[in-house]
Every structure is written in structure tokens, then in C-alpha cells.
């Protein structure tokens, strides 16, 4: 009974493709997240979103969105991939703003 | 806005010694804070949290840390390391009551034991 969940583990893509990337959480939470860990293990922020808000992070190109279909699913769309893109993506939640709890991460690899 | 600083990339430490590692945060409002550590290949686990209270606070496997307010520092300590704590630990803050906002994490910091 995994708490956040990430499909795929792994992807590896040709550049210029669309990919998503899927993020499920079954704990109830009202908050879900996105970060991007970079190749020196650099962890950042990219979305947070909950019902009433989504806040991005300036930095993030528009190529990257978030899709929610419901409160326990928050999915990554990602178009025209670039070999820049090539990084571990971590889903998180929470709860009223206290601790997150992270999923096991998706390894995406641009070729 | 925040910012974290960990003040050390890289700490290596004998099997059973104790260790200390350095957390420093700037934040113009209250603050949530947080400590959480990663396992190669793997997700971030929740090693320990302040969020109001005790300056002390205990967490998993042994860990704990002070909330130091005038020092804008959270340092993560334990009293006797195994080989098992080998892996990369990160610092992170969050706005207290902060609605979505999220975590503003520092660089990490790798602790190696060494047998």
C-alpha cells in the first residue's frame, strides 16, 4: 500500500518527443507536487498544486504542465523533450503544508 | 523567499563516531523545517520536522536536531553512526501555513562511513 506512487521508474526518450509522466497518492492529501533533482542531486520545486491553487515556479519552461484529473492524481506532461530534461522527477504531497511525503521518483533519460 | 545552505557537500566519519551536519536558512516569514534523507536510487524519506515548540526534535534511526532561531540554524546530529546512515541527507524549509507552497531544499550533504 504505497503512499505515492510514480509510473514509469524509468523513461528514455528520443528528443522532441511528449511523455508523461503519472503521480498517485492514496494518503488523503490535499497538496501534490512536483520537483526536478538535476545530476548533482539538486532538488527544486517545479509545481505545487492544490484545489484552489496551482503555483509554478517561474523557471519552469511552459513545455512542462501538470494535470490533475482528481485530488489524488497529479500527472507531468512534458512536450519537445531536451537532452536539458534529463533528470529524476519526484512527486510529493501533503497535508496543510506540513511534512511531504515523496514518491520513488521517475529517471528520465533524453537521447 | 527562502534559501537553505548546507555547509558541507561531502562529510566522512568512522563507524560508531557521532556526526553533526550543518543547516542554515534565510526566510523573511515562519518557517517550517524539515530534514530528509535519500538512499541511492531511491525516493526522500522524512528523517525529522520542527514545527513549533521544542527547539529539540527527534527523528528516525536515531537522528535529531536544534532549531537554533537566532542562528537561523537546524543542524542534524546523531550520537553514534553505522554504516547503514550512508547515504545523502538534505535540509529543507517550507512556509509556515503556507497553503501549496513547496520545499526549498539545500544542496545536500553525503555522509560517508567509513568501517
Known amino acids: 500500500d504505497t503512499a505515492v506512487s510514480q509510473t514509469p521508474k524509468y523513461l528514455v526518450t528520443q528528443m522532441g518527443n511528449d511523455k508523461s509522466i503519472k503521480c498517485e497518492q492514496n494518503?488523503?492529501?490535499?497538496?501534490m507536487y512536483w520537483y526536478k533533482q538535476d545530476s548533482k542531486k539538486f532538488l527544486k520545486i517545479m509545481f505545487s498544486?492544490?484545489?484552489?491553487?496551482?503555483?509554478i515556479n517561474e523557471t519552469v519552461p511552459n513545455r512542462f504542465s501538470p494535470k490533475s484529473p482528481d485530488k489524488a492524481h497529479l500527472n507531468l506532461h512534458i512536450n519537445s523533450l531536451e537532452l536539458g530534461d534529463s533528470a529524476v522527477y519526484f512527486c510529493?504531497?501533503?497535508?496543510?503544508?506540513?511534512?511531504?511525503?515523496f514518491g520513488p521518483g521517475t529517471r528520465l533519460t533524453v537521447t | 523567499a527562502q534559501s537553505v545552505t548546507q555547509l558541507d557537500s561531502q562529510v566522512p566519519v568512522f563507524e560508531e563516531a557521532p556526526v553533526e551536519l550543518r543547516c542554515n536558512y534565510s526566510?523573511?516569514?515562519?518557517?517550517?523545517l524539515f530534514w530528509y534523507v535519500q538512499y541511492p536510487n531511491q525516493g526522500l524519506q522524512l528523517l525529522l520536522k520542527?514545527?513549533?515548540?521544542?527547539?529539540l526534535v527527534k527523528g528516525i534511526n536515531g537522528f535529531e536536531a536544534e532549531f537554533n532561531k537566532s542562528q537561523t540554524s537546524f543542524h542534524l546530529r546523531k550520537p553514534s553512526v553505522h554504516i547503514s546512515d550512508t547515504a545523502e541527507y538534505f535540509c529543507?524549509?517550507?512556509?509556515?501555513?503556507?497553503?501549496?507552497?513547496?520545499?526549498?531544499f539545500g544542496k545536500g550533504t553525503h555522509l560517508i562511513i567509513q568501517p
Open positions: 520542527y514545527l513549533s515548540g521544542s527547539t
Open positions: 494518503l488523503g492529501h490535499d497538496t
Open positions: 529543507a524549509v517550507g512556509r509556515a501555513r503556507g497553503g501549496a507552497d513547496g520545499l526549498t
Open positions: 526566510s523573511s516569514v515562519s518557517v517550517y
Open positions: 498544486y492544490n484545489n484552489k491553487e496551482l503555483i
Open positions: 510529493a504531497s501533503s497535508q496543510n503544508s506540513y511534512e511531504q511525503y
